[in-house]
């Protein structure tokens, strides 16, 4: 499974543009990169996914480079409700392994007033 | 619309009983089903997953279980419950395994 790094945390002043990077250097051709966030006490939810191209949604954007080797999720407009924990993942490709999604630690945002 | 239940939502158990939480899908099919552990302050782990009915798969040996009686059901199970048990278990499903999961409220599990 290709290996996600991630910093610990990052603050965002409300209103503003929250880019959290996220770098996969090992990941494989038929990867794709998701991106999930977990608000304190609760279940994950799912943002979004990619796989080469840029890709956006009501949620977020993600940014991949064309070497694939690096992300970044925007939010565009952060709001106090965004406070959570990110995760980056990459999903293993091989069907025979189920659809395990392997959570690293993410990124503590907090979104600041 | 598609729905996840799991409960309870909170337990707290002595060290060396049973546990059984459970997991439900409503508005889909035959979906694969997770179950996941996080610990305080740690991602999550992956523990068992089901592609269908009586079909589990343990990601890593532990003192649980996992059985799958119903195609929209998903039972987490321990006959003797350790302290290194504790922790926040999720329960998730998916259209299949290529799509994106949606995960339940979870269950906070405290074992004394």
């Known amino acids: 499974d290709a290996k996600t790094t991630q910093p610990p945390s990052m603050d965002c002043a409300e209103g503003r543009a929250a880019n959290l990077p996220c770098n996969h250097s090992?990941?494989?051709?038929?990867?794709?990169v998701y991106w999930y966030r977990q608000i304190h006490s609760q279940g994950p939810q799912y943002i979004i996914h990619?796989?080469?191209n840029n890709e956006t949604n009501e949620m977020a954007s993600l940014i991949i480079t064309e070497d694939r080797k690096s992300s970044t999720l925007i939010l565009p407009h952060a709001t106090l409700r965004d406070t959570a924990v990110y995760y980056c993942?990459?999903?293993?490709?091989?069907?025979?392994?189920?659809?395990?999604?392997?959570f690293g630690e993410g990124t503590q945002l907090t979104v600041n007033p | 619309s598609q729905t996840i239940h799991q409960w309870p939502a909170t337990l707290v158990q002595p060290v060396g009983s049973p546990l059984s939480l459970e997991c439900t899908v409503e508005?889909?099919?035959?979906?694969?089903l997770y179950w996941y552990r996080q610990a305080a302050g740690r991602g999550l782990q992956l523990l068992f997953y089901?592609?269908?009915?009586?079909?589990i798969s343990s990601e890593v040996p532990q003192n649980l279980s996992a059985s799958r009686p119903q195609d929209r059901q998903f039972i987490l199970s321990s006959k003797k419950l350790l302290l290194s048990d504790s922790g926040f278990y999720l329960c998730?499903?998916?259209?299949?395994?290529?799509?994106?999961?949606?995960f339940g409220p979870g269950t906070r599990l405290t074992v004394l």
């Open positions: 998730a499903w998916s259209y299949d395994q290529n799509n994106e999961q949606f």
């Open positions: 090992t990941i494989s051709g038929n990867e794709y």
């Open positions: 990619g796989l080469k």
């Open positions: 993942i990459v999903r293993p490709s091989p069907l025979t392994s189920g659809s395990r999604l392997t």
């Open positions: 508005g889909t099919s035959n979906p694969n």
């Open positions: 089901s592609i269908g009915i009586d079909q």
